[in-house]
């Protein structure tokens, strides 16, 4: 299994409070992205990096921020928890674009209530 | 972005091949094709991709027609644990110079292997 830890695996927190949740990998890729998943929705994009300092919104960016101050780590911070985003957000890394596969991590579980 | 179409669902008995196929009519000439699974709340497990040969590995057959319009993954010997949704996705080739490869899940197929 590709190196992907993602930290906490299940949180709850209340509604206005800020969340972090962190992806850290062991296999120095340059890619990383965040997903969302919910029923009836799939797996939707977050936000992603192409590098140290390099992020990017994907199309559900509203509400989260991410940051990447070294390789092997990408932090999505919810700034003020919503019950909306009550959600299981996964992790993904990959070392290129086309040609070469993305590895998942085990998702996080947040409840927001 | 291409969008890809699969069918809802499908059955398959435990030791036959499954067959899930997927339209991608508006691919790109530079636009891989690939197939995750996603078993329970797991993450989604990387399971083939290709341009437009077919490709085999331990897992699957990857089978893309000549026009590239559509394509049909081969789990040559079903188990009970390969119950899972398949998602067929396009990904996204480079934009304005900055490759992103970013992967855009639909719906998927949910395969169910019965007994």
């Known amino acids: 299994d590709a190196g992907i830890t993602q930290s906490p695996r299940h949180k709850v927190t209340e509604t206005g409070t800020p969340v972090t949740l962190r992806c850290h990998q062991t296999e120095n890729h340059r890619y990383m992205y965040w997903y969302r998943q919910d029923p009836g929705h799939g797996l939707r994009l977050i936000h992603y990096?192409?590098?140290?300092?390099?992020?990017d919104k994907g199309e559900v960016s509203d509400g989260y921020s991410v940051s990447r101050s070294k390789t092997e780590d990408f932090l999505l911070t919810l700034e003020s928890a919503t019950s909306s985003q009550t959600s299981v957000y996964f992790c993904?890394?990959?070392?290129?674009?086309?040609?070469?596969?993305?590895?998942f991590g085990q998702g996080t579980r947040l409840t927001v209530v | 972005d291409a969008k890809t179409t699969q069918p809802t669902s499908m059955d398959c008995a435990e030791g036959r091949a499954a067959n899930l196929p997927c339209n991608h009519s508006?691919?790109?000439?530079?636009?891989?094709v690939y197939w995750y699974r996603q078993i329970h709340s797991q993450g989604p497990q990387y399971i083939i991709h290709g341009l437009k040969n077919n490709e085999t590995n331990e897992m699957a057959s990857l089978i893309i027609t000549e026009d590239r319009k559509s394509s049909t993954l081969i789990l040559p010997h079903a188990t009970l644990r390969d119950t899972a949704v398949y998602y067929c996705?396009?990904?996204?080739?480079?934009?304005?110079?900055?490759?992103?490869?970013?992967?855009?899940f639909g719906q998927g197929t949910i395969l169910t292997v019965h007994p």
């Open positions: 993904a890394i990959s070392a290129g674009t086309q040609n070469t596969e993305a590895f």
């Open positions: 508006t691919i790109s000439g530079n636009e891989y």
């Open positions: 990096s192409y590098g140290v300092k390099d992020t």
């Open positions: 996705i396009v990904r996204q080739t480079n934009a304005g110079g900055t490759s992103y490869g970013k992967l855009t």
